[in-house]
């Protein structure tokens, strides 16, 4: 099998395979419980958030621990929306986030929130001074995504931390998922607020993430009960996720550091390779996150390319795997202004630090081969 999805989901790594099963077996506790058990249980968690903490630099009470990237994205969002709804209702976004951000401020507007979508360039980037021209008195949320799932664009997310602190009663959110494990980001430098992480895609678990919130920001709850996570994310908290998310962190920062040359050459032989097949048009932008390759075939349906693939143990995907049912054009591409023939044939390519060159020689082989085969029968 060659997987080239890791951005819609990687495989687990045994380790946080193994770090998940031997805390449900020895600390299956309610935390919240007072007898011994159950405090021994708390402690553990406790120590997942200091050691989570610790890898981000923050401090642990900063770290709260979700079910991912989506209810990540909707406890900062409207978290802050509904807290501070009484100084202003007006959301700054972009054009191109993930479908959990941009639904949430779609949501927002049923309640009388007013939501700038920034356009974004060719490349997909946002403009720094269309963001800073944006900003009103009413503004109490930007929320920008760090690296975009669909194309790899990288934002100035540093840049508009910077803008963001100039307006003290402003919070600056970033979706991180796509870059985390990939992209260094200095949360407290770069005066981020809050910013969502999910475990799914650095070889961890589905169903674990981590919502890093500042001390100095508020959020209305979006779960009403028991109190847990600071009160902002109540119910029964999912020990073995939280200390198989630390795992996971642990493990994609020390790879970070060791193989990113790695993944770049990959990435570097891929864009070279895939520019020299005639009728392919790459939509990733030359600087973009060097795990995601987006191109298009004009003419071929890139449902009917997966599943060629598909059939030869090779899988790569269309956009958002949370999108990716919809099978009409990429909302991301056609921002970019690219046209609408690319934004109804792109296909992506997602690559981890696991995969290796024999394995993108394989994939390109049979690609090449598919549109040949595709393009004679259309004739």
Do not use: W
Request: neutral net charge; aromatic residues 6%.
């Amino acid at each position: 099998m060659i997987y080239l999805d890791n951005s819609a989901t990687t495989k687990p790594h045994p380790e946080v395979l193994k770090s998940f099963q031997q805390v449900s077996d020895k600390f299956f506790a309610n935390p919240s419980s007072i007898h011994h058990l159950g405090g021994e249980t708390e402690k553990l968690l406790l120590k997942a958030k200091q050691q989570a903490a610790q890898i981000l630099q923050v401090d642990p009470e900063e770290i709260i621990f979700t079910s991912g990237g989506t209810e990540g994205n909707n406890i900062a969002i409207k978290g802050i929306a509904l807290q501070h709804q009484g100084r202003g209702k007006h959301i700054i976004t972009s054009e191109i986030e993930h479908p959990s951000v941009y639904e949430a401020c779609k949501s927002l507007e049923q309640l009388g929130f007013e939501i700038t979508y920034l356009p974004v360039d060719q490349n997909g980037v946002v403009s720094i001074e269309e963001l800073e021209k944006s900003i009103r008195n009413d503004t109490i949320l930007i929320s920008i995504m760090h690296v975009n799932n669909e194309i790899g664009t990288i934002q100035p997310i540093k840049k508009i931390g910077e803008i963001a602190n100039k307006y003290p009663k402003l919070f600056f959110h970033v979706d991180h998922v796509q870059g985390l494990g990939k992209i260094p980001v200095d949360l407290k430098r770069y005066g981020i607020d809050l910013c969502t992480m999910s475990g799914h895609k650095i070889n961890g678990l589905k169903g674990t993430g981590i919502l890093y919130k500042s001390k100095r920001t508020k959020l209305f709850p979006l779960f009403h009960g028991g109190e847990q996570e600071g009160n902002v994310r109540s119910g029964t908290e999912n020990l073995a996720g939280a200390v198989a998310m630390v795992k996971a962190l642990r493990l994609i920062q020390e790879r970070q550091k060791n193989e990113k040359n790695k993944l770049y050459n990959l990435q570097r032989y891929l864009r070279e390779e895939l520019e020299k097949i005639e009728g392919v048009e790459i939509n990733s932008p030359p600087h973009g996150a060097l795990h995601i390759m987006n191109f298009s075939v004009p003419g071929i349906k890139p449902e009917v390319m997966i599943h060629i693939l598909g059939e030869q143990d090779i899988y790569i995907s269309t956009k958002s795997a949370c999108s990716s049912k919809h099978l009409d054009e990429s909302r991301i591409v056609t921002a970019c202004g690219l046209g609408i023939e690319r934004s109804k044939s792109a296909l992506r390519v997602s690559l981890s630090y696991d995969n290796t060159q024999e394995e993108l020689e394989i994939f390109l082989n049979k690609f090449k081969k598919a549109i040949q085969q595709l393009k004679e029968v259309m004739e």
